[in-house]
């Protein structure tokens, strides 16, 4: 409006202090015409810019800050009430600013915005200000995009199939890619599970997938036992659902030792070799010894080529505190063959493992039987005593809790003397073990000196079920022949004998022991000799006194202790008679029971020399206990060669020399002597095979 001039001045005095929100242009002149023109005060809000594109941030951190300038353009103090971040995603950023409560005209002030964003994808928000400017409240647009890796797994399962126990299946691959915008971070790869140590991986991934990219885990199979084995890869990452998992699966398979498929001989079925059994006869191993001497005793036997283990899983007689074992853990918790004790089989498991671990088989007597007629009855009464379905139910827990390991050959009976009360018990035991477990091998020890008729002092497993008249259970897999000298030769023929037919093939499971008043060191090695060459192709089990009892106080020989036992002369015999016999092939031997091999010279009674050859006419093996005492007549026909020449060695028993003797014409006749009076083993071989020298080499 405009004022006239004798007015004016008064006039725009009141109007400066009444109103105060009012510009009066013109005010306070003096002369002139015309009039003032009044104008209002007021604050401006300007945003630069008007909005911010924070770009691509990882997923959980946060951007360099991005800043808005907010000015005042107008001619009066700006008031500013809130500055807040409002929108759909409005938890993604965050904002500090310089602005305080008001800004003067013609001021600014600062707003920083930083991006935090939550998830992937795009992300958007507002900076919301309100203030008393025309137009409040005002915004800045924000916007962002969350980036993040995204993990892809491909197989999520592995599964290897059938695999020999302690053999490395071929590698398979996981391919980990990152198909996300930003970088994968990896913090572990793992195998855990059921099965651990039967997977291994190896992996070229790093500490992180680049975006975009992948890495590869090669991931391979070595199971320990028989049977299902299951694990599981784990990939820990910095993705939301971290860690992921790929399955593992795998069946092991296979055993140490088995039958052939034609039944006649011992295998290895992860090897796919022939076995001779190089056995010892450490009874009281699970009971008698701490974890820390088991280990020295298994590192021995292993190095001698040792690969059985005669063992009994319970005993209430022989060891220290029966039937306790070290750690006072017993058997059962309740009466014999009920409530088995965690602990005392946890202990159990874990020296079969070691065993296991050493490439040995063990031979573990489930219950040893005993008998009255020698005082120690073991078990005997307690299997009389127990029902069918206790002992049956017995053989089913051993068979469920062991049927995996690739180690085992089960052993019933053990002085068990042949009456059919006996036998149905030990019957229940076998029924349930083959129902649970059909993957190991089952054999029974009878009684060699129970008074039966004409088996007194000889009696094989399948003698004990002649002498029954009965039939031999389906679930019986070796025949174990039990004999002491002088009846080894005899009761070694008769358990060959009885292969024929089908029937199942013999062991020497059991002969006088090393230490034995009744026999020398050398007397033992040579009683191996005798039962090998005469019938028991499959091996024998050895024995010390020392050892089989590792000194148990009841028994008298404490005052050997067992440690220097381990490299008697009846241990390096046994150590080199299973090197001699795995350098040949002993699966296919036949005793020269009508001596058209060896043909004269061969002595008799302690003197008496045996020979064996192999069905295939390859290898001719006599021993000659007494040395050069005695010269032997070998039939050279019984060679088989494409080029009608045998070669020929003598292989020395105590120390596992062999000495290169000639060749020779595969015709007519050749006497050997041997080279002194020790005992001595000559060894005849078709030239043409190019076999190495006895006992170097072999399965």
């Known amino acids: 409006m405009t004022l006239r001039n004798g007015s004016s001045a008064s006039l725009c005095r009141l109007l400066e202090v009444v109103v105060g929100l009012i510009f009066v242009s013109g005010c306070g002149g003096s002369g002139g015409g015309g009039g003032s023109t009044l104008q209002l005060l007021e604050p401006n809000v300007s945003l630069s810019p008007s909005s911010l594109a924070l770009g691509n941030q990882a997923v959980g951190s946060t951007s360099a800050p991005q800043t808005v300038t907010l000015s005042n353009t107008g001619n009066a103090a700006l008031s500013l009430s809130s500055i807040v971040i409002t929108g759909a995603n409005a938890g993604d950023f965050a904002q500090t600013n310089t602005c305080g409560n008001s800004v003067g005209a013609g001021g600014s002030c600062t707003i920083s915005v930083m991006f935090t964003p939550t998830a992937s994808g ?13 137009g409040s409240p005002q915004t800045v647009g924000l916007s962002g995009v969350g980036v993040a890796p995204v993990i892809s797994i491909s197989p999520m399962s592995l599964a290897f199939g059938n695999q020999p126990v302690g053999t490395k299946s071929a590698a398979q691959t996981v391919t980990v890619s990152n198909t996300g915008s930003t970088s994968l971070s990896l913090a572990s790869i793992t195998i855990t599970g059921a099965n651990p140590g039967d997977f291994a991986q190896s992996d070229n991934c790093g500490s992180a997938v680049a975006a975009g990219g992948n890495c590869t885990i090669n991931v391979t199979f070595t199971p320990t036992m028989d049977g299902p084995r299951n694990a599981a890869i784990i990939v820990t990452t910095d993705v939301t659902g971290s860690p992921q998992t790929v399955a593992l699966t795998g069946t092991g398979t296979g055993q140490f030792m088995t039958l052939s498929p034609n039944k006649t001989h011992l295998v290895n079925t992860i090897t796919n070799t022939p076995v001779f059994i190089t056995g010892d006869a450490p009874q009281v191993l699970f009971t008698q010894l701490d974890n820390a001497d088991v280990e020295p005793y298994l590192a021995d036997r292993a190095s001698r080529g040792f690969n059985a283990l005669w063992v009994l899983v319970i005993d209430n007689v022989d060891q220290a505190n029966a039937p306790e074992d070290y750690y006072g853990n017993v058997p059962f918790d309740g009466p014999d063959f009920t409530n088995e004790d965690a602990a005392y089989w946890a202990h159990i498991d874990y020296v079969l493992g070691r065993i296991e671990a050493y490439g ?4 573990m007597s489930a219950a040893f039987v005993g008998t009255p007629q020698f ?12 029902s069918d379905a206790t002992m049956t139910a017995y053989g089913q827990w051993l068979g469920n809790r062991y049927k995996n390991y690739p180690n085992i050959v089960w052993v019933l009976g053990g002085d068990a003397p042949a009456t059919s009360a006996i036998y149905s018990k030990l019957a229940d035991i076998g029924n349930g073990l083959q129902s649970a477990d059909p993957n190991h091998l089952i054999t029974l020890e009878a009684c060699r000196e129970c008074s039966q008729g004409s088996n007194l002092g000889q009696q094989s497993t399948l003698e004990a079920y002649t002498y029954l008249g009965e039939s031999v259970p389906s679930f019986m897999g070796l025949n174990w022949a039990y004999a002491k000298d002088p009846n080894v030769i005899s009761e070694c023929r008769g358990a060959y004998a009885s292969t024929s037919g089908g029937a199942i093939p013999p062991l020497m499971g059991e002969d006088t022991y090393e230490l034995d008043s009744s026999v020398t060191s050398a007397q033992v090695r040579t009683e191996g000799y005798w039962e090998v060459l005469s019938g028991c192709y499959l091996g024998r089990l050895f024995g010390n006194d020392a050892i089989w009892t590792f000194n148990a106080p009841q028994f008298n020989n404490s005052s050997t202790p067992w440690q220097i036992q381990l490299d008697s002369t009846g241990s390096v015999g046994q150590e080199t ?11 296919l031997l036949v005793p020269d029971i009508n001596r058209s091999v060896l043909t004269a010279g061969y002595g008799s009674g302690a003197t008496i020399s045996v020979a064996a050859r192999t069905s295939d006419g390859q290898t001719i093996i006599a021993y000659v206990p007494n040395g050069n005492a005695a010269t032997i007549t070998i039939n050279m026909t019984k060679i088989t060669s494409a080029i009608d020449t045998a070669k020929c060695w003598w292989f020395n028993p105590s120390t596992g020399a062999a000495t290169l003797i000639g060749t020779f014409a595969t015709s007519g006749t050749q006497n050997y002597t041997p080279p002194d009076s020790n005992d001595w083993v000559l060894v005849i071989d078709d030239a043409n095979a190019n076999l190495p020298a006895p006992g170097s080499a072999g399965s």
Do not use: K, Q
């Open 577 to 587: 008679m299973g090197a001699l016999f795995r350098s040949r092939e002993h699966w």
């Open 375 to 386: 005082v120690t009855s073991y078990y005997y009464n307690s299997l009389l005593d127990s």
């Open 360 to 363: 040995m088989t063990a031979f």
């Open 122 to 134: 795009s992300r958007a928000a507002s900076v919301t200000i309100a203030d008393n400017a025309a």
